[in-house]
């Protein structure tokens, strides 16, 4: 059975993803990581819930998590033990070796169960993608780290766009929101706003500058990909009438 254009991206993202992972934890801890200013436990947590992610939507791209399914058990009990064998070969490769750090990648398996179990691929996509969100802004000072190089204008930018062509997405499947509705905009842009709105208040909460510029680059990439993905639609509809009314003549 050929597999369908969802599933071979997944595929390709968790070949990328899951390597990569096993090189960051098994060399010196890289600088950036040093200087993010995020909790150790923090990283583990996110790193594990994207790897259940992945590997998930890898092995049932198109079904929820079913907790009476042995499939369910069956990769939670693999990464927690790839996750203490990883653990364990840290100590043996002169980085240190903790129980919290397990019990993060546990903590962050199942948290990226209980979405999958609750939510279909998009919005559980849109729920990982705004705990990254979430945590790179307000947990973290990546995005102070090089502000020579925009980083942070970079960043929201691509982040908010993602998250709202995710939810387009999500639309695009739903019956009765075809994008001809008068209200589609609206609805593209609310999720997203949430989104923006719970970062800022979280930066409150913790005590983290809000860069009013930072929140316009947002909701500029929030409203171009709303607007684009609207217009591209509606062109492709008006070029496809173009071509029958031509094939009638």
């Known amino acids: 059975m050929p597999l369908l254009k969802r599933h071979k991206y997944i595929l390709m993202s968790l070949g990328i993803y899951w390597p990569a992972l096993f090189v960051l934890t098994h060399i010196p801890v890289p600088q950036i990581a040093e200087q993010s200013g995020m909790s150790d436990k923090t990283m583990h947590l996110l790193a594990y819930l994207i790897l259940v992610f992945f590997v998930w939507v ?3 791209p198109y079904e929820k ?16 033990c790839y996750g203490a064998f990883d653990e364990w070969l ?21 948290i990226g169960l209980i979405i999958l179990s609750i939510l279909s691929f998009w919005l559980a996509l849109l729920a990982v993608s705004a705990i990254f969100i979430f945590a790179i802004t307000n947990l973290s000072h990546l995005l102070g780290l090089y502000p020579q190089y925009h980083l942070n204008t970079v960043f929201h930018l691509t982040a908010y766009s993602a998250a709202t062509l995710i939810w387009i997405q999500y639309l ?3 019956p009765g929101l075809e994008r001809r509705r008068p209200l589609w905009p609206l609805r593209a842009i609310c999720p997203p706003l949430l989104l923006l709105g719970a970062v800022l208040g979280g ?7 809000i860069w009013w ?7 500029f990439g929030i409203a171009a990909s ?19 009314q031509y094939d009638n003549q």
């Open 58 to 60: 890898a092995i049932s």
């Open 65 to 80: 998590v079913r907790w009476n399914k042995p499939k369910t058990w069956i990769i939670l009990a693999i990464i927690v």
């Open 90 to 110: 840290q100590g043996r490769m002169g980085r240190q070796m903790e129980l919290m750090d397990l019990v993060s990648d546990f903590l962050g398996v199942a």
């Open 172 to 174: 695009d499947r739903k």
């Open 203 to 209: 930066s409150v909460y913790y005590d983290k500058p």
């Open 213 to 219: 510029v930072d929140a316009a680059t947002a909701l």
């Open 226 to 244: 709303t607007l684009i993905s609207f217009l591209t639609v509606r062109l492709a509809r008006r070029r496809g009438r173009n071509s029958c």
